[in-house]
């Protein structure tokens, strides 16, 4: 099992090689959870993830035999990118396996950062057998993505800097993936500060360190697709689940739903980006999930990585515009004549309504053929905007169904 000294030594020795990321008060997240929240922002490494960390303790450790063989690793890109750049920085050739359905910029980061991908299966436990394979067939040194002890006490070292940082830390949040992540941290947490509450978040269709708590050992559950893609494995360490069970105080559970809210606002109130893994802890808290919260507890909640796809955010921002009522869909039903569409924009106008987008729709109209119906996707103050707008188009005669 990992130990505290274990994880000071990785800290030294990777020391000049990964950033120390800084661990700032968030005011907004504060007065929305009711406690003093801290943010450790990992998401500002240099490969935007905290997998830096045990991929360059693991590497600084190779034999020069097995520098010279090369390194083969499985991963959904965070552990990708991290051991693609630490081999690159050593002269190691890496090749990584990835999941078919990978985000973009993390295959794109992987290759920009030197390593070989290759694109295998639907997801990470796919990926996983593959490297394995590969490094029976070529010879190579598999990096285990979390379930390897020099791994576990690199990711480790993160932890030492928030006691640095926020010395009188009550509460530590952070995701489970494998467990490697979370359970290095509490290693050394519990070794230098036992009165921190350790919880740990995972994504709700892939509770799998619950799970190993409830079968008394590591089982694989089903896979699921879930929008904490960097989370997303079916199956927790050997040398991980020890850990947890030692030093980890409590498990949640997070939906997508509240994983893109946290997003949102992190983007919105914080100017954070954080993929759907680090958010997950910013989202139990904004869920009042994380229970016994005074307005004074120091609460660290750690942004794992944050290389999250730009079509994703589109999409998340745009579900939660829908969701605050800052954006609207308006049907109305019109007479189909020259001037009502103008007339209906310029009601949308005075009540300072934006139009987004317009669309008629005549042939899939139930109703009179001399009606048609028009759609309208407008960008507003709120629900009460929306509210007032919808009274206005009422008032001037025309049928209004909100979508």
């Known amino acids: ?14 020391r000049g090689n990964v950033a120390v990321t800084p661990c700032p008060l968030s005011e907004p997240f504060s007065e929305l959870c009711g406690a003093k929240v801290y943010f450790k922002l990992e998401n500002l490494q240099r490969t935007g993830s905290f997998k830096e960390r045990g991929a360059a303790n693991k590497l600084l450790l190779l034999s020069p035999e097995e ?21 690159t920085r050593l ?86 993936g494998g467990g490697g992540w979370l359970g290095g941290m509490a290693v050394a947490i519990k070794g230098l500060k036992p009165s921190v509450r350790i919880i740990g978040v995972e994504s709700a269709v892939l509770p799998k360190m619950q799970a190993a708590y409830d079968a008394g050992g590591p089982i694989t559950i ?27 105080d409590e498990l949640l559970a997070v939906d997508d739903e509240e994983v893109a809210n946290a997003i949102l606002l992190l983007i919105e109130r914080e100017k954070t980006v954080a993929e759907g893994a680090g958010a997950a802890p910013a989202a139990a808290l904004l869920q009042k999930k994380v ?36 954006r609207v869909m308006l049907v109305l039903r019109v007479p189909d004549r020259p001037g009502t569409l103008a007339g209906v924009l310029n009601t949308v106008a005075a009540e300072r309504g934006n139009v987004l987008e317009v669309h008629h729709n005549r042939a899939f109209m139930q109703g009179p053929i001399g009606d048609t119906e028009i759609e309208l996707t407008l960008e507003t103050k709120g629900p009460a905007h929306v509210e007032q707008l919808v009274r206005a188009l009422s008032a001037k005669g025309y049928a209004v169904v909100q979508r």
Do not use: W
């Not at 099992?1 to 990777?14: G, K, N, P, S």
């Open 291 to 326: 229970k016994q919260l005074k307005s004074g507890t120091k609460v660290v909640c750690v942004i794992s990585g944050g290389n999250i796809d730009v079509n994703l955010i589109s999409r998340i921002i745009e579900r939660g515009l829908v969701k605050e009522g800052r």
């Open 222 to 248: 089903p896979a699921a697709i879930t929008l904490a893609d960097g989370i997303a494995v079916k199956r927790v360490g050997e040398r991980t689940l020890p850990l947890f069970r030692k030093y980890v």
């Open 67 to 87: 520098r010279r063989r090369g390194v083969v690793a499985a991963s959904a890109g965070n552990h990708a990118q991290g051991v693609a750049y630490n081999a």
């Open 1 to 14: 099992m990992v130990t505290l000294q274990d994880v000071l030594a990785a800290r030294d020795r990777i």
């Open 91 to 176: 002269g190691i050739k890496a090749t990584i396996v990835m999941p078919e359905f990978t985000p973009l910029v993390k295959v794109q980061a992987t290759k920009r950062f030197g390593g070989e991908v290759i694109l295998h299966g639907e997801g990470v436990d796919d990926a996983f057998v593959e490297a394995r394979r590969l490094e029976k067939e070529k010879g190579l040194v598999f990096i285990h993505a979390f379930d390897d002890d020099a791994v576990i006490a690199g990711q480790g070292t993160c932890a030492l800097e928030i006691l640095e940082q926020v010395p009188d830390v009550e509460v530590l949040i952070a995701s489970i």
